[in-house]
């Protein structure tokens, strides 16, 4: 028929038992027009009333408000079979309100043209079977009842929110072909009405836009194009199934988890720059796989925290703020961090369980970006500063060990804690800065490359695993006259196996602990032990500067001829201000001065043999007592200081005549011009036989000062 026209009044329901076909059907009362087998045709709602639509009622045509207001008119769709229903809805002004039914006995409902109503209402009860699908764009806010499956087309969108009862309801958004905001409003209540799941497929090269929060149990994201959300979302965890991109705007969030299931190094999320303190992430990154990337920038004061452990490929750090990770990172896959703008990075747990993970600078120039491994006892693999130092490295070590496997590279390396902080296998290079009582130990040939400091005197106990080569342990000094480290000990392993200091040692005990006879601890500038400079086992100090340098403490020796000391600095005057060895049973070892060296021994000696090669000179000014030899070659000198005088002895030794020079003058003798008068002992033969002789004499000479005349006479086979 050409038009039909009814007005029910409140309360009252006009039906048509039939179908109805007529070109235009005009409601223009408030009551209710039930089609209980459809319609084929046009209806116009002229007040606000209802449009019932029975359980086998498809619709095929428009239904719209011609009241002139938008707001108007109820259309309910009460479903039983599946049923398509084409034409627009709310087309010239919006309806107020449509119902859909689809539980599981209601069947599924097609819209094929666009919706626009106040609300609309979709009743159903099971997430994935009942299906109301949307092939146009909806306009209103959709609520769904005790659970509903939602599919909407392929670039087809949502202007209004979406609301549900608490995980109940799956909204599946079908490939994205075109740059579409799928929903202008927000879906789901954060904490009270969560969807149950969201399903997005955007394609490659397209971006899919949530204009809202989304608030859902589980996000779902296949293809690889750019998802952009404009709020926070709240999910148990956001799954991405095909590597797409996500874009997450200033200072909003994850309340969830962020996970990929189907590859490794899948997802890239890039969070714009944090203004105000934000949780970026609570819960999880890459639980099941490692994501591929994460871009973070807060801004200067500002700190952005990622809760629970992270697992990205890389994840850049653009901005001068903080970010702070709580748990760990790269447990599960090799985890990177690019510091790119002299940000800080704060991590709160192991680095690298997984496999190595590193954290770089990339900023290109050295010394920019700060690390911070705040949890006490954490274990870090992989590599800090690779590319270009870190301005700041800090570990905290307190309450167990802090492992470092990778080299590190940082301006500072300050070691907070009160345990260990082991580095292992790597070297490290910066300024290792202990600012609390703890430990620092190094494998076997791995070194520091810069200087050691201490915050204050007397902490820090440093320990340097025997080189197995020839290695430099620390190329700067170590402590400083004001603070000076509590412990430090080093050796070598073997024959050749050196290790060396660059610089000058300050610290309360520094142990030289060599693995063997043959194996060296070389120092290129000054020692002060004001505890103990000690020899723990036998091997050789080396003084092997390139200027003069001065040992201010006594070197004494666990055991009786155990420690070895070679002087071979050529371009200064080595000093020995204090005591070497002690009497007893427990003097040094051989003592061996090289050519061109100058060795000044201020303190009393107890050794075992004295050697001086080349043109050694030997500045002596207490007593030197060996038990063995003092052996001597052409062109030495040894120059006697004013505190030896009358009635002194300079040099004690066992049996010197078999190790003595016997060139005429081999060694010359210079004395203090303080002694002008009376006897002085150069040399006495504390052995059971003597064995000096006038040969032995005439290798010495003695010259004379400007007032005193000296003569050097053999008193009988002890003494010089």
């Known amino acids: ?42 209806v116009n709602l002229a007040a606000d009333g209802t449009i019932s639509l029975g359980n086998n009622a498809p619709v095929i045509g428009n239904i719209d408000n011609t009241t002139g207001g938008d707001g108007i008119g109820t259309v309910a769709y009460v479903g039983g079979t599946d049923q398509t229903h084409t034409g627009t809805l709310g087309a010239t002004n919006s309806l107020k309100a449509v119902t859909i039914g689809a539980s599981s006995d209601a069947g599924s ?11 609309i209402t979709i009743t ?72 149950a799941r969201v399903n997005l ?20 994201v296949t293809a690889n194009g750019t998802v952009v959300f404009t709020d926070d979302v709240t999910s148990a965890e956001l799954i991405d199934n095909t590597d797409a ?51 973070v920038a807060p801004a200067t004061g500002i700190t952005a925290t990622f809760t629970g452990a992270v697992d990205v490929a890389t994840m850049t750090h653009s901005g001068a703020g903080t970010v702070t ?18 940000g800080t990075v704060n991590i709160g747990g192991i680095v690298g369980g997984g496999a190595a993970s590193d954290v770089d600078n990339t900023s290109g120039a050295d010394g920019s970006g700060t690390l911070v491994l705040t949890t006490n006892g954490t274990n870090f693999t992989g590599n800090i500063g690779a590319t270009n130092s870190l301005a700041s490295v800090t570990i905290n070590s307190t309450g167990g060990t802090s492992t470092i496997t990778g080299t590190v590279a940082a301006t500072t390396v300050n070691l907070s804690g009160t345990g260990t902080t082991a580095f292992t296998n790597n070297d490290v290079t910066g300024i290792v800065n202990f600012t609390a009582a703890g430990t620092a130990t190094l494998t076997e ?74 194996a060296t601890v ?7 032990a004001d505890t103990r400079m000690q020899f723990t086992a036998n091997g050789i100090l080396v003084a092997n500067g390139t200027a003069a340098q001065t040992f201010s403490s006594a070197i004494t020796t666990a055991s009786d001829n155990t420690g070895d000391i070679s002087v071979t600095n050529t371009a200064g005057t080595v000093t020995f201000a204090s005591t070497i060895g002690a009497t007893g049973t427990n003097k040094i070892g051989d003592i061996t001065l090289a050519t061109a060296t100058t060795t000044a021994f201020n303190g009393a000696v107890f050794g075992e043999i004295l050697t001086l090669t080349g043109t050694a000179t030997a500045n002596i000014d207490a007593l030197v007592t060996l038990d063995g030899a003092l052996t001597t070659n052409d062109t030495n000198s040894i120059n006697v200081g004013k505190s030896l005088g009358n009635g002194n002895t300079v040099i004690s030794t066992a049996n010197p005549a078999a190790s003595l020079n016997q060139n005429e003058d081999a060694v010359s003798v210079t004395v203090d011009s303080s002694f002008q008068s009376g006897t002085m002992t150069l040399i006495t033969d504390s052995g059971a036989n003597g064995g000096l002789n006038a040969t032995d004499l005439a290798s010495f000479s003695i010259a004379d000062t400007a007032l005193t005349d000296y003569a050097m006479v053999l008193t009988d086979t002890d003494t010089i």
Do not use: C, M, W
């Open 1 to 42: 028929v050409k038009a039909v026209n009814v007005a029910p009044n409140t309360g009252v329901t006009a039906t048509f038992s039939g179908l109805v076909k007529t070109a235009t059907l005009t409601h223009s009362g408030v009551g209710t027009t039930a089609l209980t087998l459809g319609i084929t045709g046009n």
């Open 201 to 220: 497929a955007t394609g490659a090269g397209v971006t899919t836009t949530f204009g809202g929060s989304v608030n859902a149990a589980l996000i779902n």
């Open 325 to 342: 990770l709580g748990s760990t990172l790269g447990a599960g896959e090799a985890s990177d961090i690019n510091i790119s703008g002299g």
């Open 445 to 518: 040939d791995e070194k520091i490359v810069g200087s050691v400091t201490t915050s204050a005197d007397g902490q820090g106990t440093l320990t340097f695993a025997s080189t197995a080569n020839d290695t430099t342990v620390v190329s700067g000094n170590v402590g400083t006259s004001d603070n000076a480290l509590l412990v430090v000990t080093a050796g070598g392993a073997g024959a050749g196996d050196d290790a060396n200091f660059g610089g000058n040692v300050y610290a309360d005990t520094f142990n030289i602990s060599n693995a063997s006879a043959d």
């Open 124 to 195: 159903g009860a099971d997430d994935d079977a009942d299906e109301v699908t949307f092939q146009g764009d909806v306009t209103g806010n959709v609520v769904i009842v005790t659970g509903a499956l939602i599919t909407v087309e392929a670039d087809k969108k949502i202007i209004g929110n979406i609301t549900s009862d608490d995980t109940d309801g799956v909204v599946t958004f079908e490939t994205q072909t075109a740059d579409t905001t799928i929903v202008s409003g927000n879906i789901g209540v954060a904490g009270s009405g969560d969807l």
């Open 522 to 528: 070389g120092v290129a500038g000054d020692v002060r």
């Open 109 to 119: 409902q097609t819209f094929s043209s666009t919706i626009a109503a106040t609300t």
């Open 245 to 295: 991109t996500y874009t997450i705007p200033a200072n909003k969030k994850f309340v969830g988890s962020i996970d990929t299931d189907a590859d490794t190094d899948q997802g890239t999320f890039n969070f714009a720059a944090t203004t105000t303190d934000t949780v970026l992430v609570s819960g999880t990154v890459g639980d099941t796989q490692s994501v591929k990337a994460i871009t």
